[in-house]
């Protein structure tokens, strides 16, 4: 069965600090890993999408990189605006995303 | 180009009851997924559906059904309405034309008293 564990489960910033999500995953035959963002009450907002390992993706603060077995997102000088929570969904053969719990961020002023 | 719309956005039912919720994807999209999303389970695959088919299905019980239409909308249904299915219901589109991203909805809010 697919395992996702994302770590840590929440992440306290101040602006400026730059800090890495983890995300663990265990799934057969991955055919792309996700990150999205999710605003409480929202729906997750798409974020990145890696096929394979020692790919990396950037978008504005965000930085995204795969191995084989873990993928990290990287928030470099963070902003009051990054707040949110994080969610990672590795894909198998069998086409389903597994998410992880997230990782919530709360960045300070 | 409109993003995946979810009606109703808020819903209170009462045990016992049934509920179903709509979702239509972005234009083009042929694949809609499901989902449930809890404090306590996070976010848990219900079904999707392609082209009409459920083509793949979670571990959910029978309660939680699903269909799609020929014009790529698709609703779910729960019936007889349990305290624990209060969650928010999220429906994702895909267009599974080269790039295979989930798009997701606002989501429906079901409080189930």
């Known amino acids: 069965e697919d395992q996702v564990t994302q770590s840590p489960e929440a992440l306290r910033l101040q602006e400026g600090e730059s800090s890495s999500l983890n995300c663990s995953y265990t799934?057969?035959?991955?055919?792309?890993l996700f990150w999205y963002r999710q605003d409480p009450g929202k729906g997750p907002e798409f974020l990145f999408t890696?096929?394979?390992a020692g790919e990396e993706k950037e978008k504005e603060r965000l930085k995204a990189t795969l191995t084989k077995k873990e993928s990290f997102l990287h928030i470099t000088a963070p902003k009051p605006e990054d707040s949110a929570t994080y969610l990672c969904?590795?894909?198998?053969?069998?086409?389903?995303?597994?998410f992880g719990a997230g990782t919530t961020v709360t960045v300070r002023a | 180009k409109a993003g995946v719309t979810q009606t109703p956005r808020y819903l209170i039912k009462t045990r016992g009851q049934q509920v179903t919720l709509s979702c239509s994807p972005i234009?083009?999209?042929?694949?809609v997924s499901w989902y449930q999303q809890t404090p306590g389970q996070g976010l848990q695959f219900l079904f999707e559906?392609?082209?009409?088919?459920?083509?793949n299905k979670g571990n959910f019980p029978g309660r939680f059904s699903g269909r799609q239409f020929s014009n790529s909308r698709s609703e779910m249904n729960v019936s007889t309405l349990e305290l624990g299915d209060s969650a928010l219901y999220l429906c994702?589109?895909?267009?599974?034309?080269?790039?295979?991203?989930?798009?997701f909805g606002p989501g429906t809010r079901l409080t189930v008293l």
């Open positions: 994702a589109s895909t267009s599974f034309s080269g790039t295979d991203t989930q798009y």
């Open positions: 799934v057969s035959g991955l055919r792309g």
């Open positions: 890696l096929y394979s």
């Open positions: 969904a590795p894909r198998g053969n069998d086409y389903k995303l597994s």
């Open positions: 234009s083009g999209h042929r694949s």
């Open positions: 559906y392609f082209s009409e088919t459920q083509r």
